[in-house]
Every structure is written in structure tokens, then in C-alpha cells.
């Protein structure tokens, strides 16, 4: 098996930057939101001509800072979820992209790139359920101390899984 | 094929880097304002995080397998490489990324030895790209291959070896030579600039008790009674040194998939040797910097063979080995080794200013110099316009010292450069 010569990273920086409008669509609820969000579309979109990973991490800031910003500003549940999940997607495939386009250039990449998407995709969808489920079960209801506590111990539980 | 792999790195790749942060802010602001749904937005942050701490790189079950087209190509010939790695293990690859250790004084023309592929058990992905190098051995080095999970957070990396692992390129052994002045003399077939026994009148003197009777002016004895001796040019062997380039200063081409300064000069000095052995000179060998490679002048089958074999197998010839040298320390070990009246002949392509002041200091010395010049500027960029300008102004302030100057266009068969006159400034269209 063996493609044609591709342009690595191409694939997933548009998928960024798409992720990126989904964020931006989804959390623009007033003026601040609306700067904030098109700051961190236009960066996601000059890291994919660029290739640059500080503007990646720069537009996925600036889309969070917008996100925080419209939850404050009173942005639903629903749409708050699913406009996290785009904001951390368009950030990670900011980097990735710059990552394929470092490692592999102008050598054919295969399907490399769009099971990247979907897999990553699948990943932060199974992460949003279960954060829905545990907001629906259990965090909404408890005390606001409580919820808090349970947040940080998990934080603090995952970071202990790492090796 | 080979499956040995070598486990080099298992690693994350801190794509998620700063997350932990984004939660806490998240948190930190649902408790200051008490807004429930920044903890939604936090429990989706720390369950992205339980991934990230749980996932580990997936087994590097891959093997590598190479083809080359021929091992034993000749010198300019490309040669075809196809490096195909398969998944030899019965789970799928979600991101495998593969380079093949190409042999790093060759380049790739065409084509590309990396790729990247998403491989089912059974599948492969071939590396297919061409390879151009200079004369002599080159060792592959291992294919590095990594695999990451499908989010690209986690990557194990091996490396294999797989056969065949080494190309070498044989130069046809052309000869060719360039003017040199003998001042051994050693009894040779160049003709000296030196009176004694010969063919060809020098120049007539007076005559000394010894003198061979039939060297004797005996017309001009009839004329003025005086005795004198007639001189004719001698004919004598020069010792010459081939100092060749191989800095990584000249390591340059006129385009990317050219030959480099140093590959052309190594084939030069091929030749030369071959063509000035032939003519009956003594010849010797260097790489400058000259951190390994000092032949010394000579003349005999085992002094022939030996510096066949030091320019295809040395590594002070391939271009990555040499490195540079102390600013103004170009040549010290040959200045210091270089037997008094040998001739040397310098290959470089005189980018630079150390071995135009090491040309200089050779003839400073009173040692006969040629330079010959593979010229490695390109001219489409004002930077390259620069270079080229530099570098004509180098060759001629050699020749205004006297230094024969070979001036050799990459689209110029060596065998033609060396027959054109030194003095001569190659004329170019730009």
C-alpha cells in the first residue's frame, strides 16, 4: 500500500479550525464572548497556515476563556457541554496537525489523519457523556462544597494515574 | 525481513498539557460564582484527564522489510529503495509513523522514506523513495518506527534493521590529471623545469669537470674556445597531494537533489589519482580538515590499492563525518605533513574563506598549487547570487597569484574542465 505524496496536517488543521466556529457558534452570547471566540478562531486558523503550536494553544485559550465567559454570561448545560467538547477538540487538533505536518511533511499519510479525527472525536463524546451522566446524577443535586470536592478529588485521582 | 525490534522511547506526547489547569480554573470559578454548569464543563475536563492518565501505547508489533534495486550502484546512478513496514500483530494500528534510517551521506531525489498509516493486522505501508550518494560504503541506519493510540497522546518507538543495510557506490575508474610541476627529482616522464639529461634543450652552461663528453657545446668550443656544457629539460616524477573538501561547509549542491561539492570532489580525486599514478607520479591523499585521513605520497600496487580503498571506505570522505574545523585551522595537519616541493592539488568549492587562505598559505610555502572548484552556487536567489559573486572573486584572486584555477560547472563533465586552460574565468549566462 502506498499513496500519493499528501500535505500532512492539512486535514486535521481544517478540522480545527471547523471545531473551532462550532465552539465559536455555540458560545457567542454577548459582546465579550464574540471577541473572545473570533480571537481564538483567527489564531486556530493562522496555526493551520503557520503550523505554529503557541498560536494552537493560543486559540484554544482563547476559545475556553470564551466559553467560561458565556457559561457566566448564562450559556445552558446542553450547549456549555458541547461547546467544551469542540473548544478542547479544535485545540488538539491544532497540535496534532502541526505534529503530522512536522513528522511526515510531504509523505503520504494515509488514512492517518481522518481516523485521528474520529477517534479523538469519540473520545472527548464518551468523556461529554460521562461528565452529562455524573452532572445529571449526582454533581446537580449535591451541595455546591460537595461537588467541589468530588471535582478535585477526581483531578486529582486521574493525575495520580499517570505513570 | 526483520521483526527484532529495539524499544528506544515510550512517551507522552503532553497534547493535553495545561488541562489540569483549565479544570481547576473551571472549578475555582463554579465555587466563586456558583454556577453548576462550570462544574459540567470541569467533570467533561476531568473526564478527558481519567484518558489521558489510564491510556498506555499500544505494542509496536510491526516488522520492516527493505528492497533495494541494486546494492552496488555506480557513482551518479539513483537508487531505488522500497522499506515496507507491516503490522504483524492482530490488533489494529491507529497511528503508525514510519522513517526509514536512510544512510546519512545520501539524500532522497524522489519520493519519501517516511509515511505515516493506519494499519489492520496484515497491512503494510512501503516507504518507496530513491537514494542518490557519492562514491563508496554507505550504512543504512535502523528504521525508526512509532505507534501511538487513536488520539495521538501516547507513542511507543522502535527501531529495526532490516537487510539489506548498506549501498555502495562504485566509481568507474576514469582517469584524468592536471598540469604539475615535478621537484623530486625522482627520474619521471614530466618534464622539469630543470636542465640535466633529456630530450628537449634547456639552457647551455659552463662546463664542469664530469660533464658527460657528448653534452658538450663542441660548435661553440670551435668558435670562442670556450668549453660549455648543454643542458636539456629533464624529465622527472612530482609528488602531489589530492586535498579534498570534505567539511561540512562543502557540503552544498546547486539544488536539492544535485550532487554536493564534496561527492564531485571525491570522484575528481578519483580520477586524478588514477590519471597521475598512470603518469608516473607519486601520489598522496588528504581530507580536509585532515582529522583522519593522511596519505602520504607514494608510489606502488599496496600505496594504490590502499588509496582506492581510503577514498571509497573512508569515512573522513563522506560528507557528515568531517565537520568544521576551528576557524582558521584549515589544514593544519596537512601543512604540517606536506613533504617540501609537493604539489597540491585542492578540491573545494571555495565558499567559504578557509580554504581560499588555505590555498594561499600552500603556495605561500612554495609548494605548487592547483585548485580545483566544483561549483555548487545556484543563482536563482539574491543569496546565491551573493555566493556565486564571493566565490568568483576567490578564484580570481587565486589565479592573479599564479594558483592554476579549475572552475568546474555542476553541468560540466569533469574530463572537460581539466583539459580547459586554468587561467581562464568560465564565462556563465545568468
Known sequence: MSDGPGRAGLLTGTAAVACGLLAFALASVGTLTLVLGAAGVLALAAALVDRSRRLATAGGAALYCQLLAAVLAGLGPALALAAAVATLLAWTFAHSGSDFAATLGDAPAGALEPVHVLGTAAVAAVAALAAYAAFGVSLGGLPPSMALAFLLAAVGLTAALRP | MTDERTLVAERRTDRWVGLVGAVLVATALAALTRTPTLLLVAAFGTAVLAYNGVVRPPEATVAVERRVETRDPGVGQRVSVETTVRNVGDRTLADVRAADGIPPATRVVDGSARAGAVLRPGESVTLAYDLAGGPG??????????????????????????????????????????????????????????????????????????????????????????????????????????????RYEAALAPEETADTAIERSVSAAGALFEGLYAAGHRVGLAALPATACWVPPARGRAHRDRTRRRLTEDPAFAETSSGTAVRGTLGERLLAELPSGAHVVVLSPLCDDDAFRLARRIDARGNPVSVISPDPTATDTPGGRVAALERRERLARLRETGVDVYDWPADAPFERVVADDPTREVVRRE
Open chain 2, 137 to 246: 560504503a554507505h550504512r543504512f541506519e535502523p528504521a525508526t518506527v512509532a505507534v501511538r493510540d487513536v488520539a495521538g497522546l501516547v507513542e511507543r518507538r522502535v527501531e529495526l534493521d532490516p537487510s539489506p543495510d548498506r549501498l555502495t557506490w562504485t566509481q568507474e575508474l576514469s582517469a584524468a590529471d592536471v598540469p604539475v610541476e615535478p621537484r623530486t627529482g625522482l627520474p619521471g616522464r614530466t618534464p622539469a623545469d630543470r636542465g640535466g639529461a633529456g630530450v628537449a634543450f634547456h639552457s647551455v652552461r659552463e662546463h664542469r669537470p664530469g660533464d658527460p663528453l657528448g653534452r658538450v657545446d663542441w660548435n661553440r668550443f670551435a668558435r670562442t674556445g670556450d668549453l660549455s656544457t648543454v643542458e636539456f629539460r629533464r624529465r622527472e616524477a612530482a609528488s602531489v597531494v589530492l586535498a579534498v573538501d570534505t
